[in-house]
């Protein structure tokens, strides 16, 4: 169902943790593609520590990041789970020097720092024997031993695995207290009535009614998230959510140093949420639960710049789009403030078809007041008169610029496009 507090929430950290940070590989596909073998893969766990872990830190930076949710993988496609499940051995606590639940201190830290708790989840396993005993009549997928049925399809081991399944997310959704977001992944081997994924969405409701479900749900999700590929359409529904990694990996790769600058970061983050969206930045935490440190250096810087604008951020709705005004913009609940997003030296805001008078320009940061000109409207035509606001070089933020306008009334637009006076 969605929350409220989502779409108020505008930005969430994503992790993916796992036994690929030993070696720091590719995340389950670099065995599926065969770029290790199963064994070598499994290996990983011995030196999978978390030996450094401390989700208290995690929150802390999350704060400062500005994060209001965060994400962590509980389990990848590779079936090995970061909590103790009753269900398979393939855990933290029975094969690594861990040794014990990092699940529980990971919600309980985040609650405890008043961020969201979500959890990823990938619905196929590709350790558990019985992931391959039935794959979706219309795949198109490439052959893979794991994937399709060996012989005939097998409805009865189908059912072992859904009970496998769903005995893991009970276990999550009941032993940590709430967990506000089930981030689903790897739907795709099966389709929505061999998932039953009607019967899956009423089981994790009937485990906590208030849970937000992704897409990755076949339909019975509650927001889509795009995933890497900056979206230009909107993406249907009331919420959605961008998903793009700080680097060019889920996982910690550290041969991966392509983390993208806090400057790109942030203006990525204003177009998204200036269109109503969420983003969640992932990155790739040690194998003793330590982040990269340019990483963790980003999201901190990110957050500095956040910090001081957060009234154009948290809770705002969608701006009054580009035809108006040629950049991001967010607008507060009641419609009477609009936030503009301005990049490098913005020199004059401009404004075209908006109605309703702005009283009062400042710099969100430095809360110094600016003019505001209006010049050239068609009255007769219904036209309002362009609005122009100087930004004084001085004030320019090297990432984003946020001038905040209070208006006289509630947003009010025109969109047409005037024309002759026929009558002068
Ligand atoms: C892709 C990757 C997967 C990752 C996911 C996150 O599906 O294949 O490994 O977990 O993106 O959205």
Redesign the pocket.
């Known amino acids: 169902m969605m929350q409220q507090w989502f779409k108020d929430a505008k930005l969430g950290v994503?992790m993916?943790w796992g036994l690929y940070s030993v070696k720091g590989i590719?995340?389950?596909?670099s065995f599926y593609k065969g770029e290790i073998s199963y064994e070598d893969y499994m290996a990983q766990a011995g030196g999978f520590t978390a030996s450094r872990y401390d989700p208290v830190k995690w929150a802390d930076i999350f704060t400062r990041f500005g994060a209001r949710y965060s994400v962590l993988?509980a389990k990848?496609?590779d079936g090995f789970a970061l909590w103790d499940t009753r269900y398979s051995d393939l855990n933290v606590v029975k094969q690594t020097p861990a040794g014990r639940d990092l699940i529980g201190p990971y919600c309980q830290a985040m609650r405890d720092a008043g961020i969201r708790v979500g959890l990823?989840f990938?619905h196929l396993d590709w350790s558990h024997p019985d992931n391959n005993a039935i794959i979706r009549p219309d795949t198109d997928l490439p052959y893979h031993p794991r994937t399709f049925p060996q012989g005939a399809p097998d409805p009865k081991r189908w059912k072992n695995f859904l009970r496998f399944h769903r005995g893991q997310l009970e276990e999550l959704m009941t032993r940590y207290g709430t967990v506000d977001l089930m981030?689903f992944?790897?739907d795709w081997e099966k389709n929505a009535d061999q998932w039953d994924m009607k019967g899956l969405r009423e089981y994790l409701h009937r485990l906590n009614p208030q849970v937000i479900l992704n897409s990755?749900m076949q339909g019975y999700g509650d927001y889509e998230?795009p995933?890497?590929g900056f979206p230009v359409g909107d993406p249907v529904g009331e919420a959605w959510e961008y998903?793009v990694t700080m680097n060019n990996s889920?996982?910690y790769v550290p041969t991966d140093q392509d983390n993208k600058p806090v400057s790109r970061l942030v203006r990525m983050f204003t177009e998204v949420i200036s269109r109503g969206g969420n983003m969640l930045l992932?990155i790739g935490p040690l194998a003793d639960g330590t982040f990269q440190p340019e990483q963790e250096k980003r999201l901190l810087e990110f957050g500095d710049w956040l910090r001081p604008v957060s009234e154009a951020v948290y809770g705002t709705e969608r701006g009054i789009g580009l035809r108006h005004y040629c950049g991001p913009s967010t607008l507060s609940k009641d419609h009477r403030t609009l936030y503009l997003y301005a990049f490098g030296r913005p020199g004059d805001l401009f404004l075209k078809g908006l109605h309703t008078p702005v009283k009062k320009a400042t710099v969100l940061r430095s809360g110094r007041m600016l003019p505001v000109e209006t010049m050239i409207g068609a009255p007769w035509n219904g036209v309002p008169p362009t609005v122009w606001i100087p930004v004084p070089e001085e004030e320019a933020d090297p990432y984003a610029t946020v001038v905040r306008l209070d208006l006289d009334g509630e947003v009010s637009l025109f969109e047409g496009a005037g024309g002759a006076i026929a009558y002068n």
Do not use: I, L, M, V
């Open positions: 994503f993916h590719a995340e389950s596909w993988t990848h496609h990823y990938s981030w992944d790897g990755r998230t995933e890497q998903n889920w996982g992932d």
